[in-house]
């Protein structure tokens, strides 16, 4: 299958994006300067976000690409997409964490907690 130009791939339905992207082995490479195209378009728009850093393209557990990018702590996710041109957007934390946040253990307590919760919450 070809694979259409950037310019293409913005005409297609979000569907036809999805379909497109299923279809490819990331693994092998396939479509990989088509979603490099689509990072930096979306560095271009994003990267001003205080904070963000957009690192550029890349491969998600189970061959899926995605668009990664790491920002603070204290950052307000809710400007960023979840997907962008149909490419999965993976934002995560990136060091260092405040200091009540370094404690490993203490987060391990959090996380049983929290699961104790939700358990109890889906009974």
Same mark, same amino acid.
């Given at each position: 299958?070809?694979?259409? !130009?950037?310019?293409?791939?913005?005409?297609?339905?979000?569907?036809?994006?999805?379909?497109?992207?299923?279809?490819?082995?990331? $693994?092998?490479?396939?479509?990989? !300067?088509?979603?490099?195209?689509?990072?930096?378009?979306?560095?271009?728009?994003?990267?001003?976000?205080?904070?963000?850093?957009?690192?550029?393209?890349?491969? $998600?557990?189970?061959?899926?690409?995605?668009?990664?990018?790491?920002? #603070?702590?204290?950052?307000?996710?809710?400007?960023?997409?979840?997907? $962008?041109?149909?490419?999965?957007?993976?934002?995560?934390?990136? #060091?260092?964490?405040?200091?009540?946040?370094?404690?490993?253990?203490?987060?391990?307590?959090?996380?049983?907690?929290?699961?104790?919760?939700?358990?109890?919450?889906?009974?």
């Amino acid at each position: 299958m070809a694979l259409p !130009t950037l310019s293409g791939w913005m005409e297609l339905s979000d569907d036809e994006r999805a379909r497109v992207l299923s279809s490819l082995n990331a $693994y092998a490479g396939e479509g990989d !300067t088509l979603i490099k195209q689509i990072a930096d378009r979306f560095r271009d728009e994003f990267g001003h976000l205080d904070g963000l850093d957009v690192g550029g393209h890349g491969i $998600y557990h189970g061959g899926s690409w995605v668009i990664a990018a790491s920002h #603070p702590f204290v950052f307000d996710r809710r400007a960023l997409p979840g997907r $962008y041109l149909g490419v999965e957007v993976r934002a995560s934390v990136r #060091p260092p964490l405040p200091a009540e946040f370094q404690n490993q253990e203490r987060l391990r307590l959090v996380a049983a907690e929290l699961r104790a919760v939700r358990r109890s919450l889906c009974q």
